[in-house]
């Protein structure tokens, strides 16, 4: 068996989305900014021996503002654009981001892939301390995310997990979520990894946590804010009064 060596950063984007349901942050010019901003963050900051950076694009937006500039860091960025169907965007952005989970399975996770874990950020977002955040130590089969106080919500934005785990688990998660009965993607990912804790996963906790900038699609909330700071500030304090509150 090929042993892996790699791992694969998958950046979620929707570059021009249409009519989306609970998307607030829509116009285009100002995503494709966000977009880059990551973009050279990302590129800049993992080093190409170690990561593979990956952009799976689902409203057929072209992205090669994108891969230049992973390639001024020695990255060759690989893509997946397509336009997702009317349907599922009209459920909601996190039935289109549960199709995107299915389509990294389907065309990065081959057998014979190099990649010994998978993680998942979305697109738009900086990680500040993403290198840091990378470090952390896990087994062979093995979730690492932030989890809310409540453990009903997962932290999607920041996601990692070995391959497997990854095809096992977090596949198919779009019939599960509605967003009109108030169930998101983030409840679904919370359930699935119950799941695969059941099954032998182990949970690791990423410390430190992940400091992130940019803008809130869903609420148009800034985070990295000095009010986003004192909020993460307090979960550590009396948190567990905040049940959405991740840690």
């Not at 596949?171 to 679904?188: I, P, R, T, Y």
């Not at 500030?233 to 567990?240: A, D, L, N, V, W």
Request: with cysteine; net charge positive.
């Amino acid at each position: 068996m090929k042993k892996a060596s790699k791992s694969l950063v998958v950046l979620t984007a929707a570059l021009e989305p249409k009519q989306v349901p609970f998307l607030v942050r829509a116009d285009h010019a100002l995503r494709r900014r966000d977009y880059t901003v990551a973009m050279k963050h990302y590129a800049s900051t993992l080093p190409a021996d170690t990561f593979t950076l990956a952009v799976v694009e689902n409203t057929g937006s072209d992205v090669d503002d994108l891969r230049t500039i992973a390639s001024k860091f020695g990255h060759s960025l690989k893509t997946l654009c397509y336009t997702e169907e009317a349907a599922v965007q009209q459920r909601g952005k996190g039935n289109a981001e549960a199709k995107m989970f299915d389509a990294v399975s389907s065309v990065f996770l081959q057998e014979d892939s190099p990649y010994d874990r998978v993680i998942k950020i979305t697109g738009r977002l900086v990680v500040r301390n993403i290198d840091r955040v990378l470090r952390v130590h896990h087994p062979e089969r093995f979730i690492a995310a932030r989890m809310s106080f409540d453990r009903r919500q997962l932290d999607t934005r920041l996601l990692m997990t070995d391959v497997q785990t990854w095809k096992d688990f977090f596949s198919g998660q779009d019939s599960q979520v509605d967003e009109a009965a108030g169930v998101f993607l983030e409840h679904v990912a919370a359930l699935r990894t119950a799941e695969a804790i059941f099954a032998g996963a182990r949970w690791c906790q990423l410390r430190p946590k992940p400091h992130f900038a940019g803008y809130s699609g869903s609420t148009g909330y800034k985070y990295g804010s000095r009010r986003d700071r004192i909020l993460d500030g307090i979960s550590g304090i009396s948190g567990r009064l905040l049940q959405k509150h991740y840690i």
